[in-house]
């Protein structure tokens, strides 16, 4: 492959016009949030998640919730719970990357 992009005077990865992830990231970081888990094992050998939140802006931890089960419909009651908490400055989150 790499032969014959060349043979047609292309490079393997062309560079792509715009903004690079991070110019993106630094220019939108207060309309940011990201969402994800971690688990804690607790000494009577349970596993617990903790879904917290990030706002890339100020770079505040939110603490949303422990749970044993997480399901969809408890990460979407966190997440409502969340912006309730943030009204004033939830009007410019725009973007919630998550993993």
């Known amino acids: 492959m790499w ?5 047609a005077g292309m490079e393997p990865s062309p560079k792509h016009a715009g903004p690079t992830w991070r110019a993106f990231l630094a220019a939108q970081a207060k309309t940011i949030v990201a ?3 971690f688990h804690v094992d607790t000494v009577f050998l349970r596993r617990l998640y903790v879904l917290f939140f990030i706002e890339h802006g100020t770079r505040r931890v939110h603490l949303a919730g422990v749970t044993a089960n997480p399901t969809g419909t408890w990460v979407v009651q966190q997440a409502r719970n969340l912006l ?3 009204q004033e400055s939830a009007g410019g989150v725009r973007f919630l990357i998550r993993d």
């Open 84 to 86: 309730m908490d943030l």
């Open 35 to 37: 969402v994800d888990f």
């Open 3 to 7: 032969a014959i992009l060349k043979a």
